[in-house]
């Protein structure tokens, strides 16, 4: 028979605080929404046509990529 107690430790998670995340979150979608903003102007201008994701999508896409990054450390 297998002996589960000998390396316990191993399969336990550390959960991150969930208001740390929404924090890190905010703080970086915030600080990417002005660098987007521009970027789709300029693209609409370059194109003169709108592109499929506006700014805020944009900015919401790169806070979910980047703020797990953050806590997988």
Do not use: C
């Not at 194109?47 to 979910?64: I, Q, T, Y």
């Amino acid at each position: 028979m297998s002996d589960y107690t000998a390396n316990g430790d191993l399969h336990q998670v550390k959960r991150v605080n969930k208001t740390e995340f929404v924090i890190y979150f905010a703080l970086i979608f915030s600080l990417a929404v002005l660098p987007h903003v521009v970027g789709w102007l300029l693209q609409t201008v370059r194109h003169a046509k709108f592109p499929r994701l506006g700014p805020v999508a944009r900015a919401l896409k790169d806070a979910e990529a980047v703020t797990p990054m953050i806590f997988r450390g």
